[in-house]
Each structure stands twice: as C-alpha cells, then as structure tokens.
C-alpha cells in the first residue's frame, strides 16, 4: 500500500542512452513533481503537474521529457543522457497544487551516467 | 522568487540531548508555508513538521518543536530527546502559494549525527 512509489529505485546507464523512471501515487492527489538531488544533497524541482497540465518547468533541459498519462502517473524520460544528469530523482505528490498541503515524496530513483 | 538557507552544514548530538538545527528564508509572499524534512540513509523524505506563516504559535510534533520568527524569517527546529533513530539529513522548505502555481524550495540541509 506504497503511497508514492518510483521504478526502477536504481538505473545504471551509459552516456547517450535514452531511459525513463516512472511513478505512481495512490493517494488521490491531484499534483505530481519530479525533483533531482544531486551529489551534494541539494534538492531542487524540477516539473510540476497538476491534473495532467504541467505547471511548473524549473528551466530543466529539453532532453527531460515527463509525461502524465493520468492524474496517478508522472513518468521522467531522459534522452541523451549525460554525465551531469547522475543523481537521484524524487517523484513526489500533494493533495492540491496550493496551500499548505504535504508533499508526499517517492523513495527515489538513483540515476548514475557511466 | 524564494530562497532557504541551513548555515550548519553538520551538528552533532548525544542520545537523549537536545539539539537545535538552524534555518533562514527569504520570500517576497505573504502567504507561505515552511517545513522541515528528514533524509535517513534510506533516502526516504519524510516530512518532520510544518508551519503555516500565518499562525503564531509555534508548531510541535512530540520531540520537534519548532522556533518560528517570522520577522527575523527563522526557521529553526528542535529536537528534544534526540535517539539514534534521528540521524539523517534535515532539510528545511518553504512553500509560497501565489495564485495557480507554487513550489517547494528547500535549503541546502543539515546532517544530525546522533552518537551514544
């Protein structure tokens, strides 16, 4: 009964490779994000959905793509992928795009570029 | 634009101590919202406690209180009685919540090492 959950929890790829990380929330939320923490702890966002619309795109390459295929699913796809895109990747939810609302977060997928 | 600061990169304390984690914000909105996560090893956020900016009283969550000033915009969190189990990352956020749109930012975190 996972709450928010992400596969693959770890993806080892090489560099040029195209991968996607997918997540599923089961909590009714209406707003999804994708948030990357790099090497040195920092997390920042990166996509916000809400109801399927993207809201929020935090100047995030266009070789991310996500895609909302329903208000449950954001899936993360990375063309290309390069060597600064290691790093972990939090899907996180929250009931509402405002307000004080928790965001739930996802266990994360630790990306590492070879 | 909004920004979040953790001065004290790492802290340590003794089993059953008390330990304060310092936090900083800067928002240009009236209306937001502030939170401290916990990162363990496992890598799981779970969210600590949250304070909403428009209520005075200061947050508590059994052994985390929080020390809200808001016109000094700190943010710190105590933890009283700390145990093994609260070694982790803590990372405070903020959340302002301007019409159709809002995020969370998070500082650059605190690591608690917990010792016996």
């Known amino acids: 009964d996972t709450a928010v959950s992400q596969t693959p929890k770890y993806l080892v790829t090489q560099m040029g490779n195209d991968k996607s990380i997918k997540c599923e929330q089961n909590?009714?939320?209406?707003?999804m994000y994708w948030y990357k923490q790099d090497s040195k702890k920092f997390l920042k966002i990166m996509f916000s959905?809400?109801?399927?619309?993207?809201?929020i795109n935090e100047t995030v390459p266009n070789r991310f793509s996500p895609k909302s295929p329903d208000k449950a699913h954001l899936n993360l796809h990375i063309n290309s992928l390069e060597l600064g895109d290691s790093a972990v990747y939090f899907c996180?939810?929250?009931?509402?795009?405002?307000?004080?609302?928790?965001?739930?977060f996802g266990p994360g997928t630790r990306l590492t570029v070879l | 634009a909004q920004t979040v600061t953790q001065s004290q990169p790492e802290m340590s304390v003794q089993e059953a101590e008390t330990v304060t984690l310092s936090c900083t914000y800067d928002?240009?909105?009236?209306?937001?919202?502030l939170f401290w996560y916990k990162q363990p090893p496992s890598r799981q956020m779970i969210l600590v406690i949250r304070?909403?900016?428009?209520?005075?009283q200061n947050a508590t969550e059994n052994r985390f209180s929080v020390n809200f000033q808001k016109a000094a915009k700190s943010f710190s969190l105590k933890i009283s009685d700390s145990q093994l189990g609260d070694t982790a990352m803590y990372f405070c956020?903020?959340?302002?919540?301007?019409?159709?749109?809002?995020?969370?930012?998070f500082g650059t975190g605190t690591r608690l090492q917990v010792t016996l």
């Open positions: 959905y809400n109801n399927k619309e993207l809201i």
């Open positions: 956020a903020c959340r302002s919540y301007t019409g159709t749109a809002s995020k969370l930012t």
């Open positions: 304070q909403e900016a428009y209520k005075q």
């Open positions: 996180a939810s929250s009931p509402t795009l405002a307000g004080a609302h928790t965001q739930y």
């Open positions: 928002t240009s909105e009236s209306n937001y919202y």
């Open positions: 909590l009714g939320h209406d707003t």
